[in-house]
């Protein structure tokens, strides 16, 4: 039996849709990292919010290493750094914490989120 | 080969090509950036073809029935007619048929269009006067209770349009009319859901139409309505919500005066922060934020913090934003400011 890929065992679609809100709104309400998520378009952050959680979960993306360099390269310019990135994997930990995932997905879940640091900094 | 016509020309995408693939293949400037359907930068609007659910996902409501969909998340079988989202707007004339002053610095336009005018409480519509000058006013008007169009004006100093309407416009002259545009609207449904409106200055007109329409539809749920101004002649319509309240039960009208001036019954303060002090937890609300740009997003960053749903906050910004953005319409001055 071939065994189920990560998002499938998370839950899919549906366990991306419970997370994002409560992600999104502890990343806005973090004071030392909201300047980097603050927009007046909240749909179109929103929407990039559960873009990465939907990687970060082992979905379906076509996200490469490219991409989160582009897309983060004004907020790195801007002073993006190690103490912001580890502050939004806070977190994601403790929303998957709240919405109580099994700690071993956890784990699987900020393995990946923790692969794509060097990009995002663009390292 | 499908066809793909917009902007007056005619461009073949491939069998298995998308909308914006096959656009940008041609040079066709449309904008982008995810290509995943999530960012929502290529939207376009159909007209006449159906999008699939694909193309239309994460969209609202509004949205979606008007045709708009996601160019990246669409592989056309047959040929379509397509309109860029920002530019899509109907065009006739409307006649003043009344103004009156509202406040010192308010006036409230009544218009009949020359043909049957399809629109939704809360929308707003661009007004164009002869030399081109265009502007944007959110329409008070409900639809099923008014055949007439009414507008909330504002006198800005050196308003080129605001001071034509009220020095020079009367009753029986003619305006341009062009929309309706935006999405903050009421949509049936969810009738026990509780209701929370915020508007600053002539921002409380769509708020009217919305609160109107919200109880003509039979809204049960409470429905609290805050308007704030620095002054209190600048709240302009308290008799008619203070009727409107003692019409319904369900229905509250607050009224914020955030400078020192006198305050006659009403509440001190911002009226954001009066709302968010009387209603910290908005999970499950649905919400209405019209005005100046930057209290409306600083109002929805709150509501969501709050606890709304982000597909509940409805507000303009977009709009202005498209609108800055959108072509000239044939006029060679078609830079639209809200509400001036």
């Known amino acids: 039996m071939v065994k189920k890929s990560l998002y499938d065992r998370l839950g899919g679609e549906a366990a991306v849709d419970a997370a994002v809100d409560i992600f999104y709104r502890k990343v806005l309400a973090d004071d030392t990292i909201s300047r980097f998520f603050d927009s007046v378009d909240m749909d179109g952050q929103r929407a990039k919010q559960k873009a990465f959680l939907t990687m970060a979960f082992g979905g379906p993306n076509a996200y490469t290493g490219k991409d989160l360099r582009n897309a983060h390269a004004r907020l790195v310019s801007q002073g993006l750094g190690d103490e912001h990135f580890d502050a939004v994997a806070k977190h994601l930990e403790a929303t998957l914490k709240q919405l109580k995932v099994a700690p071993a997905l956890i784990k699987e879940v900020m393995t990946i989120a923790g692969s794509t640091r060097k990009d995002v900094l663009g390292r | ?340």
């Open chain 2, 1 to 340: 080969m499908p066809l793909l016509e917009l902007d007056g020309a005619r461009y073949p995408a491939d069998a298995s090509e998308t909308v914006l693939d096959a656009l940008l293949r041609h040079a066709v400037p449309v904008p982008y950036s995810c290509r995943k359907g999530v960012c929502q930068a290529c939207l376009l609007k159909s007209e006449g073809s159906a999008p699939p659910a694909q193309a239309q996902r994460g969209l609202r409501a509004g949205l979606r029935e008007r045709g708009f969909f996601l160019a990246c998340q669409w592989v056309p079988r047959g040929d379509l007619r397509l309109a860029r989202a920002d530019n899509a707007q109907f065009l006739g004339n409307a006649m003043v048929v009344g103004k009156e002053l509202l406040a010192a610095n308010v006036c409230r336009l009544t218009l009949q269009p020359s043909r049957p005018f399809d629109y939704r409480a809360g929308q707003f519509v661009n007004l164009r006067r002869a030399d081109g000058t265009v502007r944007s006013y959110s329409l008070a008007s409900v639809p099923a209770l008014e055949r007439r169009l009414e507008v909330h004006v504002k006198r800005y100093a050196g308003g080129a349009m605001s001071g034509w309407i009220f020095d020079s416009l009367e009753c029986g002259g003619e305006v341009e009319l062009l929309g309706p545009l935006g999405d903050c609207v009421y949509r049936a449904g969810r009738p026990d859901q509780s209701i929370l409106m915020i508007g600053t200055g002539t921002g409380l007109a769509p708020l009217i139409g919305i609160a109107r329409d919200a109880l003509d539809s039979g809204h049960r749920g409470e429905i609290h309505l805050y308007h704030g101004d620095a002054e209190l002649q600048g709240l302009y319509a308290r008799s008619q919500l203070q009727a409107l309240a003692a019409e319904h039960r369900n229905f509250h009208f607050h009224g914020c005066v955030s400078g020192d001036g006198p305050l006659g019954g009403c509440l001190r303060g911002r009226a954001s922060d009066i709302a968010f002090a009387e209603h910290p937890d908005l999970t499950d609300w649905r919400v209405f934020l019209c005005g100046s740009p930057s209290m409306v997003h600083e109002a929805k960053k709150a509501c969501y913090l709050f606890g709304a749903a982000l597909a509940d906050i409805h507000a303009d910004p977009f709009e202005l934003k498209d609108l800055r953005h959108a072509p000239a319409h044939g006029a060679t001055e078609a830079r639209t400011d809200r509400r001036d």
